[in-house]
């Protein structure tokens, strides 16, 4: 079978350069001249921005306090065997006392810590619904599949919010309060509550469902709170731009975490007096002790920190740096003594 001519033109590409691959190009060909400096001006670089990360992570100051409650570490041990093997402990309050003997530069950040809890399990980290959480009524009503054994409650209503991470939600509350002058009374911190959470979180991934006769509870009713919760979900906050999926508190904790060990911003200290940061004097932390963790042979920690142009303290990052660019100076050190050892011996073999 033949094909004519005009019936092969059609299948042919145009007769350019661009579709008959003539354009003029340009191959590199490493050599030591080349490959050397680069490798040499990375690791200088890298080692550079390593330790301006490093210095900026450690002039971060940081204060905190474990008040887990173990035995004789403070009163909130009391609280702490009170609630011991409780899903539910109860009611507990305890405080932590501290003094500042100069400013803490703010702004200053208030985060809660938690050590060996694994939000990154992957059974934990899809027991959710984001459909339910996007504020869907028929996802509010059918909860999917991966939110069991917290899919449904003792009397078949559907849970909201739905699966393991909303049910572990953290629930200890805190209320800072500082003496300025030794003796006198202690004067309540404002603690700034709003934009703790992702904007794309709050603004576009969590919404609530939509409101029936003007009112959220007639939205959520013919539902269930998650068995750990003390409340349902539409009483999460008196602020009705801070209740229900859209609580800030409940979009942070939704964030899952990567590591065992993590922290969440629970405040921002930034009003009043306290835009500069915390006065020198003395300070009380009311504590409402909820969350149980010994039973997973957790702690809990209160951090106050402050920040500088790179985020919070964070070493990481520019140990990290610094590790690659000795790596990368290292590289260039031996391909450079490889280099001139082979190239003496051509020039011998040359001779």
Not at 14 to 39: C, E, G, K, V, Y
Not at 57 to 86: F, M, W
Not at 93 to 99: L, N, R, T
Not at 151 to 177: E, H, M, V
Request: proline residues 9%; glycine residues 10%.
């Amino acid at each position: 079978m033949t094909w004519s001519a005009t019936a092969r033109g059609a299948h042919q590409p145009d007769n350019t350069a661009f579709t008959q691959q003539r354009l003029p190009a340009w191959q590199p060909l490493l050599s030591a001249s080349i490959a050397l400096p680069l490798f040499f001006c990375a690791g200088l670089a890298f080692i550079g921005l390593g330790l301006g990360l490093y210095y900026s992570s450690n002039g971060i100051k940081e204060l905190e306090y474990d008040y887990t409650g173990d035995p004789g570490t403070g009163n909130c041990s009391v609280c702490a065997a009170a609630g011991q093997g409780r899903a539910l402990p109860p009611p507990c309050s305890c405080a932590w006392y501290f003094s500042l003997p100069e400013l803490f530069q703010g702004p200053v950040y208030l985060y809660y810590e938690l050590t060996n809890f694994y939000q990154n399990n992957r059974r934990y980290g899809v027991s959710r619904d984001d459909a339910q959480l996007s504020g869907l009524p028929s996802a509010l009503r059918h909860p999917v599949n991966e939110c069991a054994p917290y899919q449904r409650s003792a009397a078949g209503l559907p849970i909201a919010p739905c699966g393991a991470i909303a049910n572990s939600l953290f629930n200890d509350s805190f209320s800072l309060w500082h003496q300025r002058q030794p003796g006198g009374p202690y004067v309540g911190v404002p603690l700034d509550r709003s934009g703790i959470a992702w904007w794309t979180d709050y603004h576009v991934k969590f919404r609530n469902p939509p409101l029936v006769n003007g009112s959220l509870a007639l939205a959520f009713q013919g539902t269930a709170p998650p068995p750990n919760w003390r409340r349902p979900v539409y009483e999460l906050s008196p602020d009705p731009n801070n209740t229900g999926f859209i609580n800030q508190d409940f979009v942070v904790w939704m964030r899952t975490a990567a590591l065992p060990t993590f922290r969440k911003l629970y405040a921002r200290i930034r009003q009043g007096n306290y835009s500069a940061g915390l006065p020198r004097g003395a300070y009380r932390v009311n504590i409402t002790y909820n969350y149980p963790v010994r039973a997973f042979g957790g702690h809990k920690l209160l951090i106050f920190s402050s920040i500088s142009w790179m985020g919070g303290k964070n070493p990481f990052l520019g140990i990290a740096y610094l590790v690659v660019g000795s790596l990368c100076i290292l590289t260039g050190f031996v391909m450079l003594v490889v280099y001139i050892r082979y190239q003496d011996q051509d020039d011998d073999d040359e001779e």
